[in-house]
């Protein structure tokens, strides 16, 4: 990995993928140009935005370097284009920047100092700081309070059941279980800095990110492959970010969302999980929850079967790609 020859300082990369992110890409952008730690590039990747995306990146700053596709071929695709950047410029990490998402001053400062850290000496593939829920804009720096105080979106990814990943204290008070620096399985995509090293480590296919997942949890297969790699990440509670997810209270979420979200994780079991009784019930409980989609969101249903469909050879080539390999899940 290269040293900037300016700063002394290792190569960081920052992008962000958007899409109609309209206004919203000010805020993000403005907190990225505030970075205490030295940028090697800030990029933007913008997905045949139709509305003024272009134009606000433009208008922002000459550090901002913006690549406009001709089509909207997802999240992946896209944060995949500036991975190959990074890694033909010798970056050494690269941080995934979400436009709903807005950085402390120090975030990546913060988290390029526990890169060397007491922790360097692990396999770590990845950082992330302290995720917390934005729910409005104007609020003040982006702080979402409850009578408890400030309420978390990612302390980093964990192991749930059946196979599921969630974002770790996802909607708990602010506490002292999430103070202290610490190893989690994942970071979510969100905020995430990336070690180019891992990145190459866990290519397949030519793709980083899966690009058959047009939308959702790309950021979690990633891990699983880290993991099978024998990668892990970590959470450094002193970088702060906000994050203003796209769901809205007592709004459901649409037919796409529902239908990308239940089939790319089926794609992740078929894929990754091992032959064993708990991966019998896990696809048991799969099938329940298909069903229930079927009840309730008929639409949703028919688009995640057809997802499957469209994703069963590449999961059994990921499987095969990985067969000596398989996860620790929860002793499972």
């Known amino acids: 990995m290269l040293i900037d020859v300016v700063t002394g300082t290792q190569r960081v990369q920052v992008q962000v993928v958007s899409y109609n992110s309209g206004e919203k890409l000010r805020e ?8 205490t730690y030295p940028l090697h590039r800030i990029l933007v990747i913008d997905n045949a935005s139709s509305d003024n995306s272009f134009e606000v990146c433009r208008e922002m700053s000459d550090r901002i370097e ?20 990074a890694l033909s410029d010798g970056c050494h990490a690269v941080l995934t920047v979400n436009p709903d998402v807005i950085l402390s001053p120090s975030y990546v400062a913060e988290l390029m100092e526990s890169e060397s850290g007491p922790v360097h000496s692990r396999r770590i593939g990845g950082w992330t700081g302290k995720l917390l829920r934005q729910e409005e804009p104007s609020q003040a720096a982006g702080m979402t309070t409850s009578s408890a105080g400030p309420i978390l979106d990612s302390a980093g990814l964990e192991e749930g059941a059946f196979y599921h ?111 064993a009784p708990h991966t019998f019930v896990s696809i048991l409980v799969e099938c329940v929850r298909w069903l229930m989609i079927r009840l309730r969101a008929p639409e949703a249903a028919k688009m995640a079967r057809k997802l499957i469909r469209q994703h069963w050879r590449i999961s059994l080539q990921k499987r095969a790609a990985y067969r000596d390999v398989r996860p620790r899940w929860g002793g499972a």
């Open 165 to 275: 990943v969630v974002d770790r204290g996802s909607k708990q008070p602010d506490g002292d279980e999430y103070a202290e620096a610490c190893t989690v399985w994942g970071v979510c995509g969100a905020a995430a800095l990336y070690s180019t090293q891992m990145l190459r480590d866990v290519e397949w296919n030519g793709q980083f990110l899966d690009e058959s997942f047009f939308l959702y949890k790309e950021d979690v297969d990633l891990a699983w492959r880290a993991n099978l790699k024998g990668w892990t990440f970590f959470y450094q509670p002193k970088a702060l970010a906000w994050h203003r997810r796209g769901w809205r209270r007592g709004q459901p979420p649409s037919p796409k969302a529902v239908a990308h979200s239940f089939a790319n994780q089926v794609s992740m079991v078929v894929s990754y999980a091992p032959i």
């Open 28 to 35: 993000v952008l403005q907190s990225i140009l505030q970075q």
């Open 66 to 85: 913006v690549i406009s596709l001709p089509e909207n071929k997802g999240y992946a695709f896209a944060h995949n284009l500036g991975f190959r950047m």
